[in-house]
Protein backbone atom coordinates (compact mmCIF):
# COMPACT_ATOMS: atom_id res chain seq x y z
CA UNK A 1 0.00 0.00 0.00
CA UNK A 2 1.40 3.19 -0.70
CA UNK A 3 -0.06 6.75 0.86
CA UNK A 4 2.05 9.46 1.35
CA UNK A 5 1.61 11.87 4.34
CA UNK A 6 3.02 15.49 3.10
CA UNK A 7 4.38 17.92 5.75
CA UNK A 8 1.51 20.64 4.95
CA UNK A 9 -0.91 17.78 5.76
CA UNK A 10 -2.02 16.51 2.36
CA UNK A 11 -2.23 12.69 1.45
CA UNK A 12 -1.07 11.23 -1.40
CA UNK A 13 -1.72 8.29 -3.57
CA UNK A 14 0.82 5.46 -5.01
CA UNK A 15 0.46 7.37 -8.47
CA UNK A 16 2.20 10.70 -6.81
CA UNK A 17 5.22 9.36 -7.08
CA UNK A 18 5.49 8.70 -10.47
CA UNK A 19 3.61 11.61 -11.96
CA UNK A 20 6.24 13.66 -10.23
CA UNK A 21 9.29 11.48 -10.92
CA UNK A 22 11.38 12.95 -14.20
CA UNK A 23 12.68 9.64 -15.27
CA UNK A 24 8.70 8.85 -15.57
CA UNK A 25 6.41 9.34 -18.00
CA UNK A 26 2.98 9.48 -17.63
CA UNK A 27 0.65 8.09 -20.28
CA UNK A 28 -3.09 8.63 -19.85
CA UNK A 29 -4.70 6.08 -22.15
CA UNK A 30 -8.53 5.61 -23.48
CA UNK A 31 -8.75 2.35 -23.74
CA UNK A 32 -12.46 2.26 -24.29
CA UNK A 33 -15.66 4.17 -24.64
CA UNK A 34 -17.47 0.29 -23.68
CA UNK A 35 -19.32 0.65 -20.58
CA UNK A 36 -21.54 -1.30 -18.34
CA UNK A 37 -23.08 1.74 -16.65
CA UNK A 38 -24.43 4.57 -18.25
CA UNK A 39 -24.11 7.34 -15.57
CA UNK A 40 -26.57 10.08 -16.94
CA UNK A 41 -23.61 12.20 -15.89
CA UNK A 42 -21.10 10.16 -18.00
CA UNK A 43 -18.02 12.47 -20.01
CA UNK A 44 -17.38 9.77 -21.60
CA UNK A 45 -14.40 10.22 -23.97
CA UNK A 46 -15.53 10.54 -27.67
CA UNK A 47 -13.31 10.03 -29.72
CA UNK A 48 -15.04 10.18 -33.70
CA UNK A 49 -14.04 8.55 -36.60
CA UNK A 50 -11.07 5.97 -35.64
CA UNK A 51 -8.96 4.28 -38.36
CA UNK A 52 -8.28 1.62 -36.18
CA UNK A 53 -8.96 0.39 -33.23
CA UNK A 54 -6.13 -1.55 -30.63
CA UNK A 55 -9.13 -3.79 -29.20
CA UNK A 56 -8.53 -5.44 -32.48
CA UNK A 57 -5.13 -6.10 -31.83
CA UNK A 58 -3.57 -9.19 -30.81
CA UNK A 59 -2.55 -8.39 -26.98
CA UNK A 60 0.78 -9.90 -27.13
CA UNK A 61 1.73 -6.87 -30.06
CA UNK A 62 0.45 -4.62 -27.95
CA UNK A 63 2.81 -5.31 -24.93
CA UNK A 64 5.64 -5.80 -27.19
CA UNK A 65 4.86 -2.53 -28.67
CA UNK A 66 4.29 -0.69 -24.66
CA UNK A 67 8.35 -2.48 -24.78
CA UNK A 68 9.20 -0.67 -27.57
CA UNK A 69 8.23 2.62 -26.69
CA UNK A 70 9.75 2.28 -23.56
CA UNK A 71 12.73 1.96 -25.05
CA UNK A 72 12.42 4.18 -27.54
CA UNK A 73 11.84 7.57 -25.31
CA UNK A 74 14.09 5.88 -22.60
CA UNK A 75 11.83 6.59 -19.75
CA UNK A 76 9.53 4.34 -17.55
CA UNK A 77 6.04 4.50 -18.38
CA UNK A 78 2.94 5.07 -15.35
CA UNK A 79 -0.01 4.28 -17.33
CA UNK A 80 -3.21 5.57 -16.40
CA UNK A 81 -6.06 3.29 -17.74
CA UNK A 82 -9.54 5.34 -18.22
CA UNK A 83 -12.61 5.14 -20.65
CA UNK A 84 -15.39 3.46 -20.94
CA UNK A 85 -14.61 0.99 -17.84
CA UNK A 86 -11.23 0.10 -19.13
CA UNK A 87 -11.50 -3.69 -18.00
CA UNK A 88 -14.54 -4.38 -20.60
CA UNK A 89 -11.38 -3.89 -23.54
CA UNK A 90 -10.82 -6.51 -25.65
CA UNK A 91 -7.44 -8.63 -23.99
CA UNK A 92 -6.82 -6.12 -21.17
CA UNK A 93 -6.35 -8.33 -18.69
CA UNK A 94 -3.52 -10.09 -20.22
CA UNK A 95 -1.82 -6.64 -21.60
CA UNK A 96 -2.32 -5.51 -17.82
CA UNK A 97 -1.14 -8.53 -15.71
CA UNK A 98 2.14 -8.48 -18.13
CA UNK A 99 2.96 -5.19 -18.31
CA UNK A 100 2.69 -5.01 -14.19
CA UNK A 101 5.29 -7.94 -13.70
CA UNK A 102 7.24 -6.39 -16.64
CA UNK A 103 7.94 -2.97 -14.40
CA UNK A 104 5.38 -0.68 -15.92
CA UNK A 105 2.93 0.88 -13.24
CA UNK A 106 -0.79 0.76 -13.71
CA UNK A 107 -3.58 2.92 -12.63
CA UNK A 108 -7.19 2.10 -13.54
CA UNK A 109 -10.16 3.80 -13.23
CA UNK A 110 -12.65 1.80 -13.38
CA UNK A 111 -16.65 1.43 -11.72
CA UNK A 112 -15.78 -1.79 -10.13
CA UNK A 113 -18.60 -4.16 -11.18
CA UNK A 114 -17.43 -5.38 -15.02
CA UNK A 115 -17.79 -8.59 -15.19
CA UNK A 116 -13.80 -8.97 -15.29
CA UNK A 117 -12.50 -6.83 -12.99
CA UNK A 118 -11.86 -9.60 -10.64
CA UNK A 119 -9.81 -11.17 -12.75
CA UNK A 120 -7.90 -8.28 -13.30
CA UNK A 121 -7.28 -7.89 -9.70
CA UNK A 122 -6.29 -11.23 -8.90
CA UNK A 123 -3.80 -11.69 -11.83
CA UNK A 124 -1.85 -8.18 -11.80
CA UNK A 125 1.28 -7.66 -9.72
CA UNK A 126 -0.14 -5.55 -6.53
CA UNK A 127 3.23 -3.48 -6.26
CA UNK A 128 2.77 -2.27 -9.69
CA UNK A 129 -0.61 -1.46 -9.37
CA UNK A 130 -2.85 1.27 -8.15
CA UNK A 131 -7.03 1.59 -8.54
CA UNK A 132 -9.57 4.11 -8.04
CA UNK A 133 -13.09 2.84 -7.55
CA UNK A 134 -15.49 5.29 -8.54
CA UNK A 135 -18.62 4.89 -6.39
CA UNK A 136 -21.78 5.55 -9.12
CA UNK A 137 -24.41 6.80 -5.97
CA UNK A 138 -27.36 6.77 -8.53
CA UNK A 139 -26.64 2.94 -9.50
CA UNK A 140 -25.28 1.37 -6.47
CA UNK A 141 -26.95 3.28 -3.77
CA UNK A 142 -30.27 1.12 -5.56
CA UNK A 143 -28.81 -2.15 -6.23
CA UNK A 144 -27.80 -4.32 -3.34
CA UNK A 145 -26.39 -7.22 -5.96
CA UNK A 146 -24.42 -4.19 -7.63
CA UNK A 147 -23.20 -2.52 -4.25
CA UNK A 148 -22.21 -5.70 -3.14
CA UNK A 149 -20.12 -6.73 -6.01
CA UNK A 150 -18.15 -3.62 -5.49
CA UNK A 151 -17.17 -4.14 -2.32
CA UNK A 152 -16.26 -6.93 -2.51
CA UNK A 153 -13.70 -6.00 -5.56
CA UNK A 154 -12.90 -3.69 -3.48
CA UNK A 155 -12.04 -5.75 -0.24
CA UNK A 156 -9.85 -8.49 -2.58
CA UNK A 157 -7.59 -5.78 -3.91
CA UNK A 158 -7.23 -4.16 -0.66
CA UNK A 159 -6.30 -7.43 0.74
CA UNK A 160 -3.71 -8.07 -2.19
CA UNK A 161 -1.69 -5.16 -1.26
CA UNK A 162 -3.13 -3.10 -4.09
CA UNK A 163 -3.48 0.62 -3.58
CA UNK A 164 -7.14 1.23 -3.62
CA UNK A 165 -9.63 4.20 -3.48
CA UNK A 166 -13.08 4.77 -3.29
CA UNK A 167 -13.72 7.72 -5.68
CA UNK A 168 -16.89 9.77 -5.41
CA UNK A 169 -17.65 12.57 -7.53
CA UNK A 170 -18.46 15.94 -6.00
CA UNK A 171 -21.37 17.29 -7.62
CA UNK A 172 -23.08 19.81 -5.23
CA UNK A 173 -26.51 17.92 -4.78
CA UNK A 174 -24.44 15.40 -2.52
CA UNK A 175 -21.99 17.98 -0.77
CA UNK A 176 -24.76 18.61 2.42
CA UNK A 177 -25.05 14.87 2.79
CA UNK A 178 -21.41 14.11 1.68
CA UNK A 179 -19.94 13.20 5.31
CA UNK A 180 -22.91 11.06 6.09
CA UNK A 181 -22.95 9.23 3.00
CA UNK A 182 -18.81 8.65 3.85
CA UNK A 183 -19.30 7.59 7.12
CA UNK A 184 -21.84 4.88 5.75
CA UNK A 185 -19.63 3.78 3.46
CA UNK A 186 -16.85 3.26 5.88
CA UNK A 187 -18.93 0.84 7.83
CA UNK A 188 -18.35 -1.67 4.70
CA UNK A 189 -14.75 -0.66 4.01
CA UNK A 190 -11.36 -1.89 5.16
CA UNK A 191 -10.50 0.85 8.00
CA UNK A 192 -8.62 3.56 7.29
CA UNK A 193 -9.17 2.69 2.97
CA UNK A 194 -8.46 6.25 1.24
CA UNK A 195 -12.16 8.28 0.07
CA UNK A 196 -10.91 9.80 -3.00
CA UNK A 197 -13.74 13.44 -3.79
CA UNK A 198 -13.12 14.53 -6.53
CA UNK A 199 -14.70 17.76 -8.58
CA UNK A 200 -16.51 17.44 -11.90
CA UNK A 201 -13.67 18.94 -14.30
CA UNK A 202 -14.42 19.31 -18.04
CA UNK A 203 -16.40 22.81 -18.22
CA UNK A 204 -15.91 24.02 -14.51
CA UNK A 205 -19.24 23.58 -13.96
CA UNK A 206 -19.18 22.31 -10.87
CA UNK A 207 -16.14 23.78 -9.08
CA UNK A 208 -16.44 27.42 -10.01
CA UNK A 209 -20.63 26.97 -8.88
CA UNK A 210 -19.76 25.67 -5.33
CA UNK A 211 -20.90 28.11 -2.90
CA UNK A 212 -18.38 29.06 0.22
CA UNK A 213 -20.36 26.99 2.41
CA UNK A 214 -19.79 23.94 0.15
CA UNK A 215 -16.62 24.48 -0.25
CA UNK A 216 -16.14 24.50 3.40
CA UNK A 217 -17.52 21.17 3.89
CA UNK A 218 -15.43 19.76 1.07
CA UNK A 219 -12.02 21.18 3.25
CA UNK A 220 -13.45 19.60 6.19
CA UNK A 221 -14.54 16.19 4.46
CA UNK A 222 -11.39 15.75 1.87
CA UNK A 223 -8.33 14.14 3.28
CA UNK A 224 -6.45 13.10 0.38
CA UNK A 225 -5.08 15.98 -2.99
CA UNK A 226 -6.66 18.55 -0.97
CA UNK A 227 -4.32 21.01 -1.97
CA UNK A 228 -5.01 20.36 -5.89
CA UNK A 229 -8.50 20.42 -5.59
CA UNK A 230 -7.88 23.96 -3.69
CA UNK A 231 -5.87 25.35 -6.47
CA UNK A 232 -8.57 24.21 -9.25
CA UNK A 233 -10.94 26.62 -7.36
CA UNK A 234 -9.15 29.21 -7.73
CA UNK A 235 -7.18 28.96 -10.94
CA UNK A 236 -7.58 31.81 -12.70
CA UNK A 237 -7.64 29.42 -15.94
CA UNK A 238 -4.61 27.11 -18.06
CA UNK A 239 -4.05 29.33 -20.96
CA UNK A 240 -0.85 30.29 -21.59
CA UNK A 241 0.39 28.06 -18.65
CA UNK A 242 3.52 26.42 -19.28
CA UNK A 243 3.34 22.60 -19.17
CA UNK A 244 5.47 19.91 -19.57
CA UNK A 245 2.25 18.10 -21.71
CA UNK A 246 3.99 15.99 -24.63
CA UNK A 247 6.95 15.49 -22.32
CA UNK A 248 6.35 14.30 -18.78
CA UNK A 249 2.25 13.62 -19.63
CA UNK A 250 1.05 11.47 -22.97
CA UNK A 251 -2.58 10.79 -23.91
CA UNK A 252 -3.29 7.57 -25.97
CA UNK A 253 -6.49 7.51 -27.86
CA UNK A 254 -8.00 3.67 -28.86
CA UNK A 255 -6.91 3.93 -31.81
CA UNK A 256 -3.02 3.88 -30.56
CA UNK A 257 -2.36 7.20 -31.26
CA UNK A 258 -0.32 10.03 -29.08
CA UNK A 259 -0.71 13.10 -28.33
CA UNK A 260 0.91 15.74 -25.71
CA UNK A 261 -2.56 15.44 -23.29
CA UNK A 262 -6.00 15.06 -23.82
CA UNK A 263 -7.03 18.55 -24.01
CA UNK A 264 -4.26 18.81 -27.49
CA UNK A 265 -5.54 16.42 -29.97
CA UNK A 266 -4.02 18.32 -33.29
CA UNK A 267 -0.30 17.32 -32.46
CA UNK A 268 0.16 13.58 -33.21
CA UNK A 269 3.06 12.49 -31.28
CA UNK A 270 2.87 8.87 -33.02
CA UNK A 271 1.24 5.92 -32.81
CA UNK A 272 1.87 3.03 -30.47
CA UNK A 273 2.06 -0.08 -33.19
CA UNK A 274 3.45 2.49 -35.45
CA UNK A 275 6.83 2.59 -32.68
CA UNK A 276 7.15 6.01 -33.38
CA UNK A 277 6.57 7.73 -30.36
CA UNK A 278 8.90 11.13 -30.46
CA UNK A 279 8.56 13.36 -27.04
CA UNK A 280 8.28 17.21 -27.82
CA UNK A 281 11.57 17.94 -25.46
CA UNK A 282 10.16 21.42 -24.84
CA UNK A 283 7.49 23.01 -23.20
CA UNK A 284 4.05 24.27 -24.84
CA UNK A 285 1.78 26.96 -23.92
CA UNK A 286 -1.36 25.50 -22.83
CA UNK A 287 -4.24 26.70 -25.04
CA UNK A 288 -7.19 25.64 -23.25
CA UNK A 289 -9.26 27.24 -20.44
CA UNK A 290 -9.52 23.57 -18.25
CA UNK A 291 -7.68 20.93 -17.57
CA UNK A 292 -8.65 17.07 -16.77
CA UNK A 293 -5.47 16.38 -15.20
CA UNK A 294 -6.10 18.11 -12.11
CA UNK A 295 -8.46 15.00 -11.90
CA UNK A 296 -5.61 12.84 -11.04
CA UNK A 297 -4.66 15.62 -8.57
CA UNK A 298 -1.36 16.32 -10.73
CA UNK A 299 -0.82 19.05 -12.66
CA UNK A 300 1.61 19.52 -15.36
CA UNK A 301 1.80 23.07 -15.75
CA UNK A 302 5.22 24.15 -14.79
CA UNK A 303 4.22 27.48 -13.15
CA UNK A 304 0.61 27.20 -11.83
CA UNK A 305 1.41 29.35 -8.42
CA UNK A 306 1.33 32.83 -11.49
CA UNK A 307 -2.36 31.27 -12.46
CA UNK A 308 -3.74 30.87 -8.86
CA UNK A 309 -4.49 34.08 -6.52
CA UNK A 310 -2.52 34.10 -3.58
CA UNK A 311 -0.75 30.77 -4.29
CA UNK A 312 3.38 30.47 -3.75
CA UNK A 313 6.33 27.57 -5.05
CA UNK A 314 5.85 26.42 -1.83
CA UNK A 315 2.53 25.64 -1.92
CA UNK A 316 2.30 23.62 -5.09
CA UNK A 317 3.08 20.28 -4.40
CA UNK A 318 0.36 18.96 -6.55
CA UNK A 319 2.73 20.09 -9.15
CA UNK A 320 5.38 18.13 -11.18
CA UNK A 321 7.56 20.74 -10.69
CA UNK A 322 6.85 22.01 -7.35
CA UNK A 323 8.69 21.16 -4.06
CA UNK A 324 9.19 18.05 -2.72
CA UNK A 325 8.80 16.86 1.29
CA UNK A 326 7.89 12.75 0.44
CA UNK A 327 7.53 11.35 3.36
CA UNK A 328 6.50 6.99 3.00
CA UNK A 329 4.23 6.16 6.05
CA UNK A 330 3.02 2.75 4.87
S1 LIG B 1 -19.10 4.23 -15.13
FE1 LIG B 1 -17.86 5.97 -15.84
S2 LIG B 1 -17.54 5.61 -18.04
FE2 LIG B 1 -19.24 4.29 -17.35
S3 LIG B 1 -21.08 5.46 -17.81
FE3 LIG B 1 -20.51 5.88 -15.69
S4 LIG B 1 -19.24 7.74 -15.77
FE4 LIG B 1 -19.36 6.89 -17.85
S1 LIG C 1 -2.37 22.51 -18.64
FE1 LIG C 1 -3.13 22.54 -20.77
S2 LIG C 1 -1.47 21.69 -22.02
FE2 LIG C 1 -1.11 21.11 -19.88
S3 LIG C 1 -2.02 19.10 -19.63
FE3 LIG C 1 -3.54 20.62 -19.03
S4 LIG C 1 -4.77 21.01 -20.87
FE4 LIG C 1 -2.86 19.99 -21.52
Redesign the pocket.
Known amino acids: MNIYHLDNGDIELADWIYRRSHDWVTLIWNVT?K?????P?????PVGHQDRSLENVDPIKIIQAFEDTRKIIKKDIFITLT???PTLAHGMVTICKELSHRGFKLDL???A?SPVVHEFINSVDPCSVSISM?Y?MW?LDKDRALYDRYMTNFHTAWNRGITTALKI?ASPEIIPTLEKKINKLRVDLPSDAPILIQNYIEGWVWPKAYTREMRDTLLHTMKIRRNSNIAFWDVSGFKGMKCDAGNSLIFMNTSGDFFPCFGIQGLKLGNLMDGNLKLTGNTISCPNETCSCTQHGIWYGKNPWDFIKGQKYEDATYNRFGPGGIKTTE
Request: net charge neutral; glycine share 14%; proline share 0%.
Open positions: ECNFSCYCIGRGGEMTNCSHKI
